[in-house]
């Protein structure tokens, strides 16, 4: 067994956001590779009409636990979901559940955020800022806590270009940005969001950035470290590849590709595409959580999750890449045969939405009219030309991550456990 995974025995850890994208892969991986673990505490809300355990129940019943069932049969005694809604200032725990968490506790994965680019500044703060300061606040009172790690972005500070594996002070301090939003109202923080979050292109990336620093803050005593993936894709390996649950980032525009809807994009051929596999990620996220409680780092070290340095690839080569698979496997009743433009041009670009998105969008509806069934094309395509839009300025640049601290932890790991 190697050493990492041998870590995780015995131990009790606590994920929040384990409903997510990363958060369930966390799950699987550490089901699957430390088996004998004691308890993995999951923080889970209410949704779509599920109660919590009909959550955690799909999720255990899912493809993506399909290994977890046969190397640990008794999988649903060791998750213990608890009730908590971190839009909640106390996140709604109950006080045995938050007796239970503050006293068993030995790792803290804190992977719950709002991801979207469009969310209000209010609920931004409230899940990015808030929520994780609360979060750092009960992990001061847990005796038996080894390691708290904070899963950022490696977009956290996307107005630099060279990013390195440090917190980069906030304009403004979050604890005076939490205060104002208590007596702000909507109409007045949507006027003055544009001026306080700058040069930042969206609320997602100021809050993440907002987040680290109250990380850096109100570390207190705590052993902590920060995590930054950039762009999350599908499973490369573990459990089995292509795994992938969201339309967020690249999965969205790749099936509207495959699709047929989507034929070109304002992007920059050259620019990297900064894409990293999700289990890649999990495997340094457990690496992290391992190094920071037994080897115990003087300070808070930041650890960079990116290909760009180590294996660049550019959205040209993902774009032929892409197509070159749904030639192999296409979709079934596909809108049009995919196809991939790029181009960096504003006007070609409007040129392109006009006439090889919206226009034929709108003649597929009067069709669908014409035979008596409801138009939906229109409606689609301008949500995924708006998505398009939040996305592109992340594909019409690129950046430069050190990955000092990354390289340096791989460097500890056994050779079992640098192949993950
Ligand atoms: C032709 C060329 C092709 C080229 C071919 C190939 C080239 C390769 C590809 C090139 C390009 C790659 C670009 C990557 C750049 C990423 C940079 C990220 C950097 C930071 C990464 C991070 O650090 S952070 C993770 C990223 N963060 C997001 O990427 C959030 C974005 N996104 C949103 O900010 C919201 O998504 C936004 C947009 C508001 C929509 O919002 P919206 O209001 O239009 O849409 P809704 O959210 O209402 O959802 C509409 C319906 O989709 C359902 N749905 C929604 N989300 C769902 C989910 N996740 N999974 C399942 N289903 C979901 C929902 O249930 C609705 O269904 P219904 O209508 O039935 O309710
Ligand atoms: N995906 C990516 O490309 C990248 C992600 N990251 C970071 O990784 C982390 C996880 O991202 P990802 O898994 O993609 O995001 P998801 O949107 O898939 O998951 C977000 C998680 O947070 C939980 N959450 C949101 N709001 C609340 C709330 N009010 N109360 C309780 N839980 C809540 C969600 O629970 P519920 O299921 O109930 O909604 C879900 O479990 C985030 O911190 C993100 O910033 C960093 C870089 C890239």
């Known amino acids: 067994m190697s050493t990492i995974a041998a870590f995780y025995g015995g131990k009790s850890i606590l994920i929040t956001g384990a409903t997510g994208f990363l958060g369930k892969v966390l799950m699987e991986k550490l089901f699957r590779t430390s088996p004998d673990l004691k308890v ?6 209410p949704k779509a009409g599920q109660t919590l355990q009909q959550r955690v129940f799909q999720i255990l019943d899912s493809k993506l636990f399909e290994k977890v069932k046969e190397v640990c049969p008794n999988v649903h005694e060791k998750i213990r979901a608890i009730y908590a809604d971190l839009n909640q200032n106390d996140f709604a725990i109950s006080k045995e559940d938050m007796q239970e968490l503050l006293s068993c506790t030995n790792i803290i994965f804190h992977c719950a955020a709002t991801v979207r680019f469009d969310d209000t500044l209010r609920h931004a ?16 009172q847990m005796p038996k806590l080894e390691a708290f790690i904070h899963i950022s972005t490696a977009y956290s500070n996307c107005n630099l270009k060279h990013i390195d594996e440090v917190i980069y002070p906030c304009p403004v301090e979050p604890k005076k940005i ?14 003055i969001t544009p001026k306080l979050i700058r ?12 987040g680290e620093m109250v990380v850096q803050q109100e570390s207190r005593n705590l052993n902590i470290a920060i995590i930054r993936p950039s762009i999350v894709g599908a499973t490369w390996q573990e459990p089995f590849p292509g795994w992938v649950d969201n339309i967020n980032g690249p999965n969205g525009i790749i099936i509207a590709t495959g699709k047929g809807f989507l034929r070109a994009i304002k992007a920059t051929p050259m620019a990297v595409a900064d894409v990293i596999p999700v289990d890649t990620v999990v495997n340094l996220m457990l690496a992290v959580g391992w190094y920071t409680a037994v080897h115990r780092p003087k300070s808070t070290l930041v650890y960079h999750i990116t290909s760009g340095n180590m294996n660049p690839c550019n959205w040209h080569k993902m774009g ?23 181009t960096s041009n504003s006007f070609t ?3 392109w939405n006009a006439v090889s998105h919206r226009a034929p969008a709108i003649i597929y509806d009067c069709y669908l009219r014409l035979t008596g069934r409801k138009p939906r094309m229109t409606k689609l395509m301008n949500r995924l030309l708006r998505t398009v839009s939040m996305l592109e300025y992340f594909i019409n640049r690129s950046w430069e991550w050190s990955t000092y601290n990354t390289e340096m932890l791989m460097s500890e790991l056994s050779p079992e456990d640098q192949r993950g």
């Open 178 to 191: 939490i205060d104002s939003l208590e007596w702000l109202d909507d109409a007045i923080i949507d006027e």
């Open 349 to 351: 670009s409007q040129y």
């Open 199 to 210: 040069d930042w292109p969206n609320i997602y990336t100021y809050t993440k950035a907002l």
């Open 125 to 140: 703060v409230q899940l990015n800022v808030t929520a994780t300061r609360q979060l750092l606040l009960m992990a001061s």
């Open 320 to 342: 032929v890449q892409v197509l070159a698979t749904f030639e192999k496997i296409p979709f079934e009743r596909p809108f049009r045969r995919p196809n991939a433009n790029f």
């Open 40 to 45: 993995i505490y999951i923080l889970v809300r």
